[in-house]
């Protein structure tokens, strides 16, 4: 795959050590961008660090798990995050970066290092999600047509809108990968479309989410459902 100016073609092409940010309800996934607004000073040294190693970083959730974990100075993180490469950065004139972040490949936290900076680093492998850096892997296997009907009856339902001439043109990939992204859901359900073993899987559960959730909301608003 391609993030930028640079080719990722295997699991070998990913640093063993990346800056993390964690980052509750949040995930990235591969070949899907990412905007990101960095104000921390500590995030603000990771995007330096980054910028002059391999314009990576590894986007990882608080363990969810944990109760209290996202309130955590220092929270125990999940064990699977994602890579992404810096693709685009702007400096806002008051400290803060604006981000464009593409996703590379998902990767598994295997131990935290030690360190004196002031972002936390991790020793990470993506050995484990050889399939993440070949474009377009599996795409014929999803229900594309069922995830758009899904997705039009959510946005109906929410009175929504979307741009539907690029969802037309995007691929099967970055469709599924892009509405994953955005979903509305919490960090559990984020974590298991990061999770899910292939693309298929991954529309599929967000398809179940997303109906799981009408039916909530249809429920809540006194609706008797069958």
Do not use: H
Not at 55 to 75: C, K, N, T, V, Y
Not at 131 to 145: I, K, Q, S, Y
Not at 176 to 183: D, G, R, W
Not at 188 to 213: F, G, I, M, S
Request: contains cysteine.
């Amino acid at each position: 795959m391609r993030a930028g100016n640079k080719s990722y073609s295997g699991p070998a092409d990913i640093p063993s050590t990346l800056p993390l940010f964690p980052l509750s309800g949040t995930v990235l996934l591969p070949q899907a961008q990412m905007p990101l607004n960095i104000f921390e000073p500590r995030y603000v040294a990771m995007i330096d660090a980054a910028m002059r190693g391999d314009r990576m970083i590894g986007m990882i959730q608080p363990d969810f798990e944990e109760g209290g974990a996202s309130a955590q100075e220092i929270p125990p993180l999940v064990s699977v995050g994602c890579a992404g490469r810096i693709v685009a950065l702007q400096e806002t004139g008051d400290g803060r970066y604006l981000v464009s972040l593409t996703g590379v490949a998902r990767f598994t936290l295997e131990e935290e290092l030690e360190t004196v900076t002031p972002f936390r680093i991790g020793r990470i492998s993506s050995e484990a999600f050889p399939g993440d850096f070949e474009a377009g892997r599996g795409e014929g296997e999803v229900d594309r047509d069922g995830l758009i009907r899904t997705l039009k009856t959510y946005l109906d339902a929410n009175d929504l809108e979307a741009d539907w001439s690029s969802i037309e043109r995007a691929s099967t990939e970055v469709l599924v990968n892009a509405l994953s992204i955005m979903s509305p859901y919490g960090p559990a359900e984020k974590q298991a479309l990061l999770e899910a073993p292939d693309l298929r899987t991954r529309a599929e559960t967000l398809v179940a989410l997303t109906e799981v959730d009408m039916a909530r909301k249809q429920g809540d608003d006194g609706v008797i459902l069958q």
